[in-house]
């Protein structure tokens, strides 16, 4: 308000050189963020097809597990003596927002996606987020040098290749726009790339669905009074949710301490991929590998066992933990909705609303992005479970505690006065 009172009493001269000045930033940041939206989101489509492909194969063919220690051993060997930086995954864009240094290699595109692929192909418990999230901001820093952009104008365009790539992965613009907002500064949002966030995720969203590939449909939430009774659920519930958020973040880093004792890393997701197997042939199922789509959209149906959020949060924290590449959205998005379908039997909400809210919820702990997993939800299964799906997302984000899945987050602002000290330090520093 103080700004637009500022500018109500130049003179008429200057306020029409700010107009230029939006204009010309306008103009350029649709130029940048479309160029963004047209790389992410074809890198994005090829990404799904090839995804999609691997998961049938690998549900037609399901001897191939036995191969895990051995596509683990290729990822390994991949990223030790090409990776470099790239091993950083996530965690170095994110880094490179915060404190500028190197370019991001472009190898690290070609690196994800084959190590992803590879994981999934094999029957590795993997999402899918993380590669498109990297190759978002990998090709999206390859126009730094090319426009000649400054280190501010550089931050930027990282957050759109960030919101770019999460948007066409999901096919939701308004959750990728907030997350890449979100994600790198705890409790804070960078508002001066608010435009570019947006338009590069509208853009990337619209290349993917014109490259003619889909998303998976979610039921949409039926209409639920909002009772004290029903808020009280959801309030119980979200806790829940963030706990359990809280110590998938905690296993996953634990164990990806562990397998870091091995000194040849190549080695690290030898040894987990041969665990793995283990496990899933020891459990008789493939319920719980790859992206775990199925799984999801049944948890929507009818209430699951608790040992379905159980065996998936473990598997994906080995999966992760060892070394090999791929997400952690979608398994958490399996994670939140079988536990919040297992709820249905016990908290007085219908089994869909729950399963949503688990959905987002979990995830929101995890990412500490509550406000990009609220609109998720609202893209996703419609406007009529908003109430429930905002409470989830917050009570869950903040029982989360400093703790999440991408170590490099920077706390600019703790979730409770008491943990102030916190502010200006990464989340792998406490």
Known sequence: MLLSTFFRHLPARLRGLESTATAVFLGRWLLFSVLVGVLAGSASAFFLVALDWATNWREQQPWVL?????????IGLAYQYFGKQAVRGNNLILEEIDTPRAPIPLRLVPLVLGGTLATHLFGGSAGREGTAVQMGGALADQLTRLLRLRPRD????????????FASVFGTPLAG??????????GSIRYDAVLPAFL????????????????????????FPITPLGLGSTLLAGALFGLVARSFAVLTHWLSRQFGRIAYAPLRPVLG???????????????????????????????LPPADF???LLLTALTLGCGFKGGEVTPLFFIGAALGSALAVVLPLPVALLAAMGFVGV??????????????????????????LALACVVAYLFSGHRGIYGAQVIGQAKHPRYGRHQGKRLNEL
Not at 177 to 186: C, I, P, T, Y
Not at 200 to 223: E, N
Not at 275 to 300: M, N
Not at 363 to 384: D, H, I, Y
Request: net charge neutral; charged share 10%; hydrophobic share 60%.
């Open 66 to 74: 036995a191969l895990l220690p051995v596509a683990g051993m290729g």
């Open 154 to 165: 550089r931050r930027l365009l990282l957050i759109a290749g960030m919101s770019a790539g």
């Open 177 to 186: 726009a907030v997350f890449g907002l979100e994600v790198f500064l705890l």
């Open 200 to 223: 590069a995720a509208i853009s990337a969203d619209f290349v993917t669905r014109a490259w003619g590939v889909g998303h998976t449909q979610y039921p949409q939430l039926a209409a």
């Open 273 to 303: 991929g041969a665990l793995l197997v283990s496990i899933i042939w020891a459990s008789g199922t493939t319920r719980y590998v790859g992206l775990g789509i199925p799984v999801i959209v049944e948890a929507f149906q009818l209430p």
């Open 310 to 312: 159980v065996w998936k």
């Open 363 to 388: 995830f929101a702990g995890a990412a500490n992005t509550p406000l990009a997993c609220l609109l998720m939800g609202l893209e996703l299964f419609g406007v009529q479970g908003a109430v429930y």
